[in-house]
T-cell receptor, first 111, second 113 residues
Framework: GENVEQHPSTLSVQEGDSAVIKCTYS??????FPWYKQELGKGPQLIID?????GEKKDQRIAVTLNKTAKHFSLHITETQPEDSAVYFC??????????FGKGTRLHILP | EPEVTQTPSHQVTQMGQEVILRCVPI?????FYWYRQILGQKVEFLVS????????KSEIFDDQFSVERPDGSNFTLKIRSTKLEDSAMYFC???????????FGPGTRLTVL
């Protein structure tokens, strides 16, 4: 079955700098890759997603890239702000439509 | 802004007892999900539900678990005989399309003693 690995587990960046979170997946047939942001005391919220027929997608300060050959996908946050501090989860949808989550990255934005 | 709501926020129960976790998905959504997150671990898929039936379930979702949409608004997860290892945060989610969960509720923290 699908296995999703996520790195790093913790990331601290200076406010205004960029943050990059990387994930790999094992099932080459996976075709949908959502990213979720989980703030303290809340459930995960979908922030951006990418499908396997697209290499990159951008929404304001966040972007995702997908390398299907290498089975890598990444989340990029530019011009980070204090409200970006949260736990971020990558996920991949398997061929049986189950969404499998990575272990999460705790992002700290330092003032 | 529409949101998924869950009750209760925290449920404490004795091992072997039945619990029902309740969710109200976003009103025009058609796909419903339950996930759980054991403290400090990844979010795990339990079950997806569409058109009044289970569409997918994980290995975790054994005979002790069941889901129901008893009316047009509620979506429930029942655990018949709770075990210590069922202690976790349970998240309900919904989406308009079947691509995957887009909106999660705030979760119910289940503690089994």
């Amino acid at each position: 079955g699908e296995n999703v690995e996520q790195h790093p587990s913790t990331l601290s960046v200076q406010e205004g700098d960029s943050a990059v979170i990387k994930c790999t997946y094992s099932d080459s047939a996976s075709n949908y890759f959502p990213w979720y942001k989980q703030e303290l005391g809340k459930g995960p919220q979908l922030i951006i997603d990418i499908r396997s027929n697209v290499g990159e997608k951008k929404d304001q300060r966040i972007a995702v890239t997908l390398n299907k050959t290498a089975k890598h996908f990444s989340l990029h946050i530019t011009e980070t702000q204090p409200e970006d501090s949260a736990v971020y989860f990558c996920a991949a949808r398997r061929t049986d439509d189950k969404i499998i989550f990575g272990k999460g990255t705790r992002l700290h934005i330092l003032p | 802004e529409p949101e998924v709501t869950q009750t209760p926020s925290h449920q404490v129960t004795q091992m072997g007892q039945e619990v029902i976790l309740r969710c109200v998905p976003i009103s025009n959504h058609l796909y419903f999900y339950w996930y759980r997150q054991i403290l400090g671990q990844k979010v795990e898929f339990l079950v997806s539900f569409y058109n009044n039936e289970i569409s997918e379930k994980s290995e975790i979702f054994d005979d002790q678990f069941s889901v129901e949409r008893p009316d047009g608004s509620n979506f429930t997860l029942k655990i018949r005989s709770t075990k210590l290892e069922d202690s976790a945060m349970y998240f309900c989610a919904s989406s308009v399309s079947g691509a995957g969960p887009s909106f999660f509720g705030p979760g119910t923290r289940l503690t089994v003693l």
